[in-house]
């Protein structure tokens, strides 16, 4: 089967998170690999949250992806988001960039070497739930020691000539305020205002913000690398600030009951990504200290993390980009956070490299090129490959 043709196959069938059950596309996964000969297993958690892992012996590199997709509303899209269209060059749909089609490209690469005659000495993981945090998804595998450590390759989107090899740290929490209400009329001198604490700790992340945490000379030449592919892929200048001050994004904020009323209560979910150089520890005490008075519910935290970019994962991914596109890659440093975070953090050396329209990622529109899927399948080949000499 070609790239764009399963690439287009996995659209179609839905896995939106929220809802969350992928049983569907796992199990249509779990056909494609029995039909080339490849042990499988399917774990299931509750909801149709359905993953699946590769049994085969003594795998040297494990590939991983994530089936589930944010939801689309139809409404301003182009193309049907769950048509999976191949038009003007374009595979349409939600999660074609976001990662259907990484998926995709690595299974035909798979599938070509496999009727080339090479014994790949890989593992698969497909997983469920990478966009709402990977508690049923990687978390779970890796709790039940279904996956152990080696190198390791994410079929994330990336920027064509530049591989992924550290993330950003990640604090998550679910902030419940409470005041002491009162007279409008008579605040501030009588009650005291939830949502005034929601913006008084709002004032404190803008001060953090202000600050820089400078990279150490071995992380400069990634931040100063990074900053030139976020001005050239994104638009964005100051992309190094990006990398070396924490970032914050009150993302959901509700409370109050009533404009006459001190409010009682207020809600804010809270998503603060950390530079290298800043203590997450220290600044999980600075946003209690100036939220004395809530109750903090922490949904997801990471440290920054990183892959050495001498490791042999990013030097056979780099090789094989600069084969294919005939230019040196350009490893980067993530602003986001995806499933490498939890594999690092048990020994795993993670890269993520993988096709797609990257400003199209969760957004209307989302489409990926018939010519950058076919390109990252010649390059998952290469790697592939090597782990197999």
């Known amino acids: 089967m070609d790239v764009a043709r399963l690439t287009s196959s ?6 939106e998170n929220p809802p969350g059950s992928t049983a569907d596309l796992i ?3 779990a ?3 029995d039909s080339l000969g490849v042990k499988n297993r399917i774990v299931s958690c509750p909801g149709g949250r359905d993953n699946l892992v590769t049994t085969e012996a003594d795998p040297r590199l494990l590939l991983c992806g994530h089936v589930d997709v944010v939801p689309a509303i139809p409404d301003d899209w182009t193309h049907d988001p769950y048509g999976g269209e191949v038009v003007d060059g374009y595979v349409w749909g939600r999660g ?3 990662m259907k089609g990484g998926c995709a490209a690595l299974l035909v690469a798979y599938q070509d070497l496999i009727e080339s005659g090479v014994e790949p000495k890989v593992q698969f993981a497909f997983v469920c739930d990478e966009e709402t945090g990977g508690e049923h998804g990687i978390r779970s595998l890796l709790a039940q020691d279904l996956l152990t450590p080696r190198d390791c390759l994410i079929a994330e989107p990336t920027p064509e000539m530049s591989p992924a090899v550290g993330q950003k740290g990640l604090y998550r929490v679910d902030i419940a305020f409470r005041g002491r209400p009162g007279h409008s009329s008579l605040y501030p001198l009588v009650g005291k205002s939830a949502v005034m604490a929601a913006v008084d700790l709002i004032g404190y992340l803008r001060e953090v913000h202000a600050h820089r ?4 000379k071995d992380l400069q030449p990634l931040v100063e690398q990074s900053a030139r592919v976020f001005s050239e892929v994104f638009g964005i200048e100051g992309g190094d600030e990006i990398l070396t001050r924490v970032m914050f994004n009150p993302g959901k904020i509700e409370g109050g009951e009533k404009a006459n009323i001190v409010a009682e209560q207020c809600r ?3 998503d603060v990504r950390v530079p290298w150089g800043c203590s997450l520890e220290g600044l999980r005490r600075g946003i209690a200290e100036h939220a004395p008075d809530a109750t903090i519910r922490e949904t997801d935290v990471a440290e920054p993390t990183l892959t050495p970019p001498d490791a042999r994962i990013v030097r056979t991914i780099s090789h094989e980009v600069e084969r294919v596109y005939g230019r040196p890659a350009v490893p980067f440093l993530q602003w986001a956070a995806s499933d490498a975070k939890y594999l690092r953090d048990e020994g795993f050396a993670v890269v993520e490299y993988g096709p797609g329209e990257i400003p199209t990622l969760h957004a209307v529109d989302e489409r990926v090129s018939v010519a950058q899927l076919e390109r990252a399948v010649d390059v998952y080949r290469g790697v592939i490959r090597d782990y197999a000499s």
């Open 27 to 29: 199990a249509f996964i």
């Open 213 to 216: 945490f400078p990279a150490g």
């Open 96 to 98: 074609t960039t976001d």
């Open 31 to 33: 056909e494609f690999l």
């Open 10 to 15: 996995l659209v179609r069938i839905r896995s």
């Open 268 to 270: 804010m979910e809270l």
